[in-house]
């Protein structure tokens, strides 16, 4: 009986001074470590939740939006306005005749272009108003220098058709009671051969206005080709006038009515 007393009082005894082997492991920061390191492996990965994948998926379509927008559109062009006012210029039209394209024909052209506001998305009447407003106030138009020769190409003939009666309008409305004889002249433009537009740069003029030249050249005798190019296209009708030459285009396609009285030739 005393003998197992004894031995309850050791035990008890050694329970109290003996630490716990297993707990101070587990206690270490090292176990603890790779506890964490367990437990992580053994949770699986959740699916995006439902909202999440929309907040993704949403997230992405605005991305392709925005990369959509501001990449450039297609041009989209159905019908191309020259002028020529000496600076020769070209506008590109879409079906909705708004200017996608704006383009110098000669050296002119050029630096015009670069000197007044840029065109593109103005609708064509509003584009008109520009272009006369700043060849005026440049002096490219004036009492002395009234003509603008002009032409509208494109495939597709109704709409070359609406955009003519709309230009053969639109000009002179905008240079009225601003340009004391201002008038207008149907020029022929479009499917320039490469000799023909290199010829135009040789002289430093659009391929329209070398044609006219060129048209009334071959029309007389009385003068040379260097005499033609340097003159105003207002000197150039008169000759045309006067040796009976025939306008150089046979005029507006069918159903379309040429421009108002005294502002351009009759067709």
Same mark, same amino acid.
Do not use: C
């Given at each position: 009986?005393?003998?197992?007393?004894?031995?309850?009082?050791?035990?008890?005894?050694?329970?109290?001074?003996?630490?716990?082997?297993?707990?101070?492991?587990?206690?270490?920061?090292?176990?603890?470590?790779?506890?964490?390191?367990?437990?992580?492996?053994?949770?699986?990965?959740?699916?995006?939740?439902?909202?999440?994948?929309?907040?993704?998926?949403?997230?992405?379509?605005? +991305?392709? /939006?925005?990369?959509?927008?501001?990449?450039?559109?297609?041009?989209? &062009?159905? @019908?191309?306005?020259? /002028?020529?006012?000496?600076?020769?210029?070209?506008?590109?039209?879409?079906?909705?005749?708004?200017?996608?394209? +704006?383009?110098? @024909?000669?050296?002119? =052209? %050029?630096?015009? +272009?670069? @000197?007044?506001?840029?065109?593109? =998305?103005?609708?064509?009447?509003?584009?008109?108003?520009?272009?006369?407003?700043?060849?005026?106030?440049?002096?490219? +138009?004036?009492?002395?220098?009234?003509?603008?020769?002009?032409?509208?190409?494109?495939?597709?003939?109704?709409?070359?058709?609406?955009?003519?009666?709309?230009?053969?309008?639109? /000009?002179?409305?905008?240079?009225?009671?601003?340009?004391?004889?201002?008038?207008?002249?149907?020029?022929?433009?479009?499917?320039?051969?490469?000799?023909?537009?290199?010829?135009?740069?040789?002289?430093?003029?659009?391929?329209?206005?070398?044609?006219?030249? %060129?048209?009334?050249?071959?029309?007389?005798?009385?003068?040379?080709?260097?005499?033609?190019?340097?003159?105003?296209?207002?000197?150039?009708?008169? &000759?045309?006038?006067?040796?009976?030459?025939?306008?150089?285009?046979?005029?507006?396609?069918?159903?379309?009515?040429?421009?108002?009285?005294?502002?351009?030739?009759?067709?």
């Amino acid at each position: 009986m005393r003998d197992k007393r004894i031995e309850r009082r050791l035990r008890s005894a050694a329970k109290k001074d003996t630490p716990d082997l297993k707990d101070e492991i587990k206690a270490s920061s090292t176990y603890q470590d790779h506890m964490e390191e367990a437990h992580q492996k053994r949770i699986p990965k959740r699916a995006p939740s439902f909202g999440l994948r929309y907040v993704y998926a949403a997230t992405v379509v605005v +991305l392709l /939006l925005v990369v959509a927008f501001l990449l450039p559109f297609g041009e989209d &062009i159905e @019908t191309s306005v020259y /002028l020529d006012i000496n600076p020769g210029i070209r506008l590109d039209l879409d079906g909705d005749d708004v200017v996608k394209g +704006l383009a110098p @024909t000669n050296d002119d =052209g %050029e630096q015009f +272009l670069q @000197t007044i506001a840029d065109t593109r =998305g103005f609708t064509l009447d509003d584009a008109i108003d520009q272009i006369v407003d700043e060849a005026i106030g440049q002096g490219f +138009l004036s009492d002395e220098t009234p003509f603008i020769v002009y032409d509208v190409v494109g495939e597709d003939e109704s709409h070359r058709g609406r955009v003519l009666g709309k230009l053969e309008e639109r /000009l002179p409305e905008a240079a009225q009671g601003r340009v004391e004889g201002f008038a207008i002249m149907r020029g022929v433009a479009g499917d320039e051969t490469p000799e023909e537009a290199a010829r135009a740069r040789d002289h430093g003029m659009s391929v329209m206005r070398l044609r006219l030249v %060129e048209h009334i050249f071959a029309e007389t005798d009385d003068f040379d080709f260097d005499d033609l190019q340097d003159l105003p296209v207002q000197d150039l009708r008169e &000759i045309m006038e006067d040796k009976g030459i025939p306008e150089p285009h046979p005029g507006p396609p069918d159903g379309v009515p040429g421009p108002p009285d005294g502002a351009g030739p009759p067709w």
